[in-house]
């Protein structure tokens, strides 16, 4: 089944604890995107990636980082969490080409006190 | 629950009837658009899309209007059933760019 995999589902930290949450797809995709939502403000993108090695800074980099080395899985990581990181995050992914629509994952709810 | 629905515009409408979300767009370069759904506890879902050289496009019980002239797009949901209740996103997509700007969505709520 073609999908995108988040993990972990929930996620429960403190201030200042490195975390990282995976992404992976398997349909071949070329571009892959990290959003948060929180309510009032939708989705915004934070990082997203063209191809492996190509990332770029979405509305929302601060505080985050992401790896692409290989075309499947585009981790997102918080170097030090903070409370207003506390969100809801999606991983997305799409062919590349133009007028293709992402396909999402189930998210990853994080909460940091 | 999930709290994405807070704060949305709500629809509700009897089971049977015919939806219709509406959705204003910003962007002038905007050649391609897209309908999500999003249900409680899960990512948002492509529902339908629809190209800018196109006014109305349709897909199974859903279609989507587009109007470039005052930038305004609509998902008509036909005969609305429970199982459609979730929030529904739109999103716009420049020409030739990846970058996906989302609305902030709208709640539909079917009444059995």
């Known amino acids: 089944e073609a999908q995108v995999t988040q993990n972990p589902r929930y996620l429960i930290t403190v201030t200042g604890k490195k975390l990282t949450v995976t992404c992976s797809q398997n349909?071949?995709?070329?571009?892959m995107s990290w959003y948060r939502q929180d309510p009032g403000l939708g989705l915004r993108q934070i990082y997203y990636?063209?191809?492996?090695?190509?990332?770029d800074k979405g509305d929302v980099p601060e505080g985050y980082k992401v790896s692409r080395k290989e075309k499947r899985n585009f981790p997102l990581i918080l170097e030090s969490p903070s409370p207003n990181q506390t969100s809801l995050y999606f991983c997305?992914?799409?062919?590349?080409?133009?007028?293709?629509?992402?396909?999402f994952g189930n998210g990853t709810r994080l909460t940091v006190t | 629950g999930e709290s994405v629905g807070l704060h949305l515009p709500t629809l509700s409408v009897q089971e049977g009837d015919n939806s219709i979300i509406n959705c204003a767009y910003s962007?002038?370069?905007?050649?391609?658009f897209i309908w999500y759904k999003q249900e409680s506890g899960k990512g948002p879902q492509f529902i339908i899309d629809?190209?800018?050289?196109?006014d109305k496009r349709q897909g199974q019980r859903v279609t989507v209007l587009l109007n470039k002239t005052v930038k305004h797009l609509s998902l008509q949901i036909a005969a609305t059933q429970p199982g459609d209740s979730a929030v529904y996103f739109c999103?716009?997509?420049?020409?030739?760019?990846?970058?996906?700007?989302f609305g902030t969505g709208t709640k539909l709520q079917v009444i059995p």
């Open positions: 999103a716009e997509n420049p020409s030739g760019y990846q970058k996906v700007t």
């Open positions: 997305a992914s799409s062919s590349g080409t133009e007028h293709s629509p992402l396909h």
């Open positions: 962007n002038s370069a905007s050649d391609y």
């Open positions: 349909m071949n995709h070329e571009y």
């Open positions: 629809i190209r800018s050289n196109m």
């Open positions: 990636s063209m191809n492996v090695e190509v990332t």
